[in-house]
């Protein structure tokens, strides 16, 4: 009975309009995605990192499929890679910044799959998969390849891509926004 009225106290608390409250249940929000949601996420994905947020432009289409396709199709038909294959890859139009992609940890991975793996940068890339023997990536936006994606071991992948939340990343973003590059900020174009 102690429990039960303690805990009617505690929420009547939270239901108070007051800075203390306010803050208390912020404090209590943070532990509960921390500790909580982003732990049976990560169970229930098998990925150590369920969620991620698009931070760069490198998978950003800057028009319509048909237009993108005419002016990146020469690298990728190098790669044997057609514009009818492209169509059917997953999330063929790119991604945006700010995104937040749910992330799957599967161990195969088909040439299209996005996937997200760690490298020498301060984040994991989230880019296409290009070439399967070497797993081979390249970011939709990029010109070409960048030299630590050529031939990505398996144990740097974290997952692929399953699915995205458009633009609800900037939630987060817009926090360290001002601390990037001046070349970093801001929406892609």
Not at 118 to 131: D, E, F, G, M, Y
Not at 145 to 172: R, V
């Amino acid at each position: 009975m102690l429990l039960k009225e303690s805990l009617k106290k505690f929420w009547n608390f939270l239901n108070e309009d007051s800075w203390l409250s306010w803050i208390v249940s912020i404090i209590l929000i943070i532990i509960f995605i921390k500790f909580i949601f982003f732990p049976i996420l990560s169970f229930l994905t098998g990925s150590s990192l369920p969620l991620v947020v698009v931070e760069s432009c490198s998978m950003y289409h800057e028009s319509n499929f048909e237009e993108w396709w005419n002016k990146n199709s020469e690298w990728y038909e190098d790669k044997d890679i057609n514009k009818e294959e492209f169509k059917s890859f997953p999330f063929k139009n790119g991604l945006n910044k700010g995104d937040i992609i749910l992330v799957l940890g599967k161990k195969n991975y088909e040439i299209g799959d996005i996937i997200i793996f760690t490298s020498s940068t301060k984040h994991p890339l989230i880019h296409r998969v290009v070439t399967k023997s070497p797993i081979s990536t390249k970011g939709d936006h990029n010109a070409n390849q960048l030299l630590i994606e050529k031939d990505i071991p398996k144990e740097a992948i974290i997952g692929k891509s399953a699915m995205k939340i458009p633009l609800l990343g900037w939630i987060k973003l817009v926090i360290f926004e001002p601390f990037r590059s001046t070349n970093e900020k801001g929406l892609c174009n």
